[in-house]
């Protein structure tokens, strides 16, 4: 249920923040009532780590790479965690799988979801290996298996099949408590993506954990209309080096009205469930800047305080702005627009708008309209 009341979600997040707020509360996220649901998007720098709390029972998805592992670990610790009922493992990339061999040293863990492939790293095989040692057998999991789990149950979503792209064989689940929903992608990219669609299987979430950090390659349009979020979370590091995440698909979740959460500006994110409704530990950062975006301002940053040092800010020149020339006709001139958002396009495939669903119109009418021109393509 997307459409809910905001004196219900106000009240269930001043629980939730007194709960997290006190000190060595019993009450832990999860016990919060008796058809609670709470998801930790946990902050792990470049990577993802998601601990899922319900009825009794604790789900982690990945564990973020092996310089966190310690603060996985403990950050359980701390939510009273003792045994891990699933672990999955959505694929075995090092920043997603790192920390896993840990929790699986530190914690009773009953059962192991991985992806059926080989991958050729030494922490594949310690992964495993420890998985043996505790007397652990993985397990594969096949598209439209379901698991009871807590207060609600999950179902994997994909992959269907192995790909050379390791990220496209991501183990993806669609959580769901009471009427809310939750996805998490891995690092599932389109080609992945587009099979889920074919499925025709129920895609429709309230939280999307955006696919790959939210890069270039993954959250395709077709994604974001089969699942229709009412937020986004992305999990990846400040000033990551691999500009994650990218301009592209922050444009589509601004252009699709969608509030997002972010570990790099937020840290550790937390949501409850109540099987209604949706309350966060904190409000959205709608900061929908693209990773290299920051990073290249970060660096313009630093390097502006090294030319103008205190010695000679005095001395520092004024910061000259040109008014935009808006004489020009634009009467006659045709533009594209989206389907939702506010700008138009010179092109209907510029990237930042589904080409399929675009139209023409004059420039004119769509200033008229409220339309600002895209940054992007002008």
Known sequence: MKKQSKLMTFLMSLLLAFMLAVPGNAVSTQAAGQGDMAVHFIDVGQGLAILVQSGGENLLYDGGNRAHADEVVQYLK???????????????????????????????????????????????????????????????????????????????????GISQNSNDNS??????????????????EETSEQDMISTGMNLDCD??????????????????????PSWAVISCGQDNSYGHPAASTMEKLRDMNIPV??????GTIIALSDGDTISWNQEPCNDYTAG????????????????????????????ETETPDTSSDTQGRTVWISATGSKYHSRPDCGNMNPNKATQETEAQALSQGYEACKKCW
Not at 104 to 122: A, C, I, P, R, W
Not at 171 to 188: C, E, K, P, Q, T
Not at 292 to 319: L, R, W
Request: glycine letters at 6%; hydrophobic letters at 35%; aromatic letters at 10%.
């Open 171 to 188: 183990v993806v689940i669609r959580l769901v408590n009471g009427n809310n929903s939750f996805m998490f992608m891995g690092d599932a």
């Open 261 to 266: 959460y972010r570990t790099d500006d937020q």
């Open 78 to 160: 701390n939510q009273q965690v003792e045994t891990i009922d699933y672990m999955i493992s959505s694929h075995y990339d090092e920043d997603h799988l790192g920390g896993l061999v840990k929790c699986l040293d530190n914690f009773e863990v009953e059962h192991v979801l991985g992806s059926d492939y080989v991958h050729t790293s030494d922490l594949f095989n310690t992964f495993m290996n420890t998985a043996t040692a505790h007397a652990i057998i993985v397990e594969y999991p096949s598209v439209g298996d379901t698991y009871e789990f807590g207060t609600g149950s999950f179902t994997v979503m994909a992959p269907d």
């Open 292 to 319: 290299d975006a920051k990073q290249q301002s970060a660096n313009s940053d630093t390097s502006q305080a090294a030319q103008y040092s205190s010695e000679d800010t005095a001395s520092a020149p004024a910061v």
């Open 207 to 228: 939280v999307l954990s955006l696919g790959h950090h939210g890069s270039a390659s993954s959250t395709s349009w077709d994604l974001l209309e089969a699942s229709t």
